[in-house]
């Protein structure tokens, strides 16, 4: 057992889980007490202690799966047993009462058990379909070098995933039982229960590939922390779970913020108003004044490329820099391809990801010609809109690649710009080693710029953010 | 007989379901093992979790199973030792001199002299208890320290007196919403609890728990349209709590359905910025302008 908690701690680290010495052995102690009998309990027991943070928490289910695997027998019961409320077990059909029931139900059967599961809600049943599912149709070959998104897609496509939201939507409304007459909630409430069912797939592949012996190397393919993906290449629900980092994120930021500018220690004396104030006590200075603290917040405005595949990017980090508003004396917001255009109100407006992108497809902001960038024209546009608000006060933040299509580089304009700033940053989302290859502008700008930064994943840009304020 | 058995703790951590189950707290099997290790290794446990999610509760439930009083230590921004942990009782002190109760200077400095903060208290406490420490995210960083001593090793040191060491080692639970990261040292002294909303039909099974007599069909809903809701990107997602409130409101008014102008007419008990419900009720309209037609 104690090697088997090292080996998973091992595979923790490998994928940037900080696990100490004495967490391995706070977690071993536990196993001591725990009922060893029932694998959710030991699961608990050791993530209580080695994991930390929620958002670690789906990387240690999966590694957990491939560490500690368990005999295919087991799974079923070990599955009926995870879930003790069974309250909504009346709509199992009477033949499969038992979980090992399925394997004689025809797929059509399966879909329809699961449609209802879906639309029930009915968590214990859908967990228990899984398993039969995944097994029934990933169709492991140890031998394959596939990876678990491989087998999670047949699985995915053999069961028509993309269906299965018109289906519940369907059954719902022949069962008479009908919870929204509107059709946005119980498409929401719909859409969302399949989502997860598809997770629970991936998850359930990940946990059959280790019992079938395929090395976790293989297995392991997406297992990447959110907030360390990379955004220019990260899979569609990583961007979704970053998006929801944002908000807490910048909560922290600001949280952060307010408390170093929170005045430390007394301001300087306010000389003229310690007078005034020792005149009731005879001239005698007896309260001092001091001045009021004025703590400095910065100006910021920040420039973002929105071209192709730096765009998601570039969205993050201005959501991520308006909502700590609060922190900074003004945030402003622009973004370009080949105009700059300020969406500072889009921004403040929209708080959801996908609707602010939908606002400035819809406006077309950033573009006048094409959708290749063009950083000269930019930057001339941006310093002609801001050439009066750009003072000692402010800090210019740029993102973006800086890969101009080889046209005019706009080096004179950020110069005037960087000597007008109190500092100009430049956040480029793209590897290090790709600077200056090809087309980049990066060790151009580099020169004029205070700093420049690689900021791929929602850590660096933490960290940056961390440094502005 | 039963009398020989020790209701203080927990036996195993079926039994720790059941006796939260009896006072009415649907503990998920995670809740359940780790509240047991908890008490089997005698950790303090942090549970962290979007607002509304039970996370209190669960503490109030822990000293209700297990029959100890509750100290509750409620933290905010700028708490010090003097509110957290001990103050000296100078009026006490300046009488016992002015009397000449007290001939040393040092005779002052003594337990009698003390005013004992919700932390000192749990560590006094001649009975075991449950010390919740409410809002951990709440502290300032440099107030994190005030814990580590106690959560480590279930002590309080004063300077003039020495170590106070507590009897029993209480119960410890720290509740958090995340606003702030918090240090190392003190997540690594707790087991890590995450409480997140629950699936739609534990959800039910949590409304049918706290609103005896509430229709088994209306609780249902009622948990799929929160569920609903929280997947429909709110500016604050609506949470257990919400719902319970919402539950009962339409208990009272003798609801068995659930439909958009029950939702529309009370979703200020669901929903808690206005935003969000003109946001919602624009939909509503929209989706049921698109139905007649």
């Known amino acids: 057992m104690i090697e088997t908690v090292q080996r998973l701690s091992h595979e923790l680290r490998g994928v940037g889980i900080p696990v100490s010495q004495s967490d391995i052995i706070a977690a071993i102690a536990a196993l001591r007490v725990i009922d060893l009998g029932r694998r959710d309990s030991v699961r608990t027991a050791l993530a209580s202690n080695l994991v930390r943070t929620i958002s670690h928490r789906p990387a240690f289910d999966a590694l957990f799966g491939q560490v500690f695997t368990h005999p295919d027998s087991s799974s079923l019961a070990d599955a009926a047993a995870s879930d003790a409320d069974r309250t909504l077990d009346g709509r199992l059909p009477d033949d499969v009462a038992s979980p090992r029931g399925f394997a004689h139900l025809d797929d059509e059967d399966l879909r329809r058990l ?102 976790p190397a293989v297995a392991r393919v997406p297992l990447e922390l959110p907030e360390e993906a990379d955004f220019t290449t990260a899979a569609e629900e990583t961007i979704a779970e970053i998006a929801r980092l944002i908000a807490p994120v910048a909560r922290r930021l600001a949280a952060n913020a307010a408390r170093r500018t929170r005045p430390r220690s007394r301001g300087a004396v306010d000389l003229r108003r310690t007078i005034r104030t020792s005149l ?155 600077w200056g290859v090809g087309d980049s502008l990066v060790r151009e700008y580099e020169l004029l710029c205070d700093s420049t930064t690689e900021c791929r994943s929602l850590r660096q840009l933490t960290h940056v953010i961390h440094d502005l304020l | 007989m039963m009398t020989t058995q020790d209701f203080s703790h927990f036996g195993s951590s079926d039994d720790v379901e059941h006796r939260l189950q009896k006072l009415g707290y649907v503990a998920t099997r995670e809740v359940a093992d780790t509240v047991f290790l908890a008490d089997a290794l005698a950790k303090p446990v942090l549970v962290e979790g979007p607002a509304g999610t039970g996370k209190t509760e669960l503490a109030i439930a822990i000293a209700g199973a297990t029959s100890r009083p509750l100290i509750r230590l409620q933290c905010h921004e700028g708490i010090d030792e003097a509110r957290a942990l001990y103050e000296w009782d100078y009026r006490k002190q300046l009488l016992s001199i002015q009397s000449g109760a007290s001939q040393d200077v040092a005779d002052v400095f003594s337990e009698q002299f003390l005013i004992a903060r919700p932390l000192l208290q749990a560590v006094r406490s001649p009975e075991p208890v449950v010390l919740l420490i409410d809002e951990v995210d709440q502290l300032d960083p440099e107030s994190e320290a005030l814990l580590l001593e106690l959560l480590s090793a279930f002590q309080v040191t004063i300077p003039e007196i020495g170590t106070l060491r507590s009897v029993h080692s209480p119960s410890i639970v720290l509740t958090s919403n995340g606003n702030r990261d918090l240090s190392d040292a003190l997540r690594r002294r707790c087991l890590y609890l995450h409480i997140g909303y629950p699936p739609i039909d534990r959800e039910a099974q949590i409304i049918r728990a706290r609103l005896p007599g509430v229709d088994a069909e209306l609780a249902h809903r009622v948990a799929q349209t929160t569920a609903a809701l929280r997947s429909f990107d709110l500016k604050k997602a609506p949470s257990v709590s919400e719902a319970l409130d919402w539950a009962r409101t339409l208990m009272l008014l003798g609801a068995v359905e659930v439909n958009d102008e029950l939702l529309l007419s009370h979703a200020n008990v669901l929903i808690k910025h206005q935003s969000d419900i003109d946001r919602l009720s624009a939909h509503l309209s929209a989706a049921a302008a698109e139905e007649s037609r």
Not at chain 1, 128 to 136: F, G
Not at chain 1, 348 to 362: C, D, K, L, W
């Open chain 1, 114 to 215: 699961l449609v209802n599961a879906l639309g029930g809600a009915n968590s214990w049943m859908q967990r228990v379909l899984c398993r039969e599912l995944v097994r029934r149709y990933s169709r492991i070959r140890p031998e394959r070098p596939s990876g678990a998104a491989y087998y999670a897609y047949q699985v995915r496509t053999r069961l028509r995933t993309e269906h299965l939201v018109a289906d519940i939507l369907a059954s719902d409304t022949r069962h008479g039982r009908d919870p929204f007459r509107v059709e946005f909630l119980r498409r929401t409430s719909a859409e969302h229960a399949v989502k997860e069912f598809e997770q629970m797939i991936q998850s359930e592949v990940r946990a059959l590939l280790a019992e079938r012996g395929v090395s």
């Open chain 1, 280 to 434: 009731s006590t005879g001239g005698v200075p007896l309260r001092i004044a001091v001045q009021p603290p004025r703590p400095g917040k910065a100006r910021l405005v920040v420039l973002a490329d929105i071209s192709g595949s730096v765009a998601r990017f570039a969205l993050f980090a201005l959501q991520l820099m308006i909502a700590m508003r609060s922190a900074f004396n003004s945030v402003r917001a622009f973004v370009f391809v080949d105009t700059a255009d300020e969406i500072t109100d889009i921004l403040s407006r929209e708080h959801t990801f996908a609707g602010v992108f939908s606002q400035i497809n819809r406006a077309g902001l950033g573009t006048r010609v094409g959708d290749s960038s063009d950083y000269g024209t930019a930057l001339r546009s941006f310093e002609t809109q801001m050439s009066t608000e750009i003072d000692a006060r402010t800090t210019v933040v740029i993102v973006g690649d800086a890969r101009g299509n080889n046209r005019e580089s706009g080096r004179d304009t950020l110069a005037r710009i960087a000597r007008r700033a109190h500092a100009v940053h430049l956040l480029v989302p793209e590897p290090r080693s790709l």
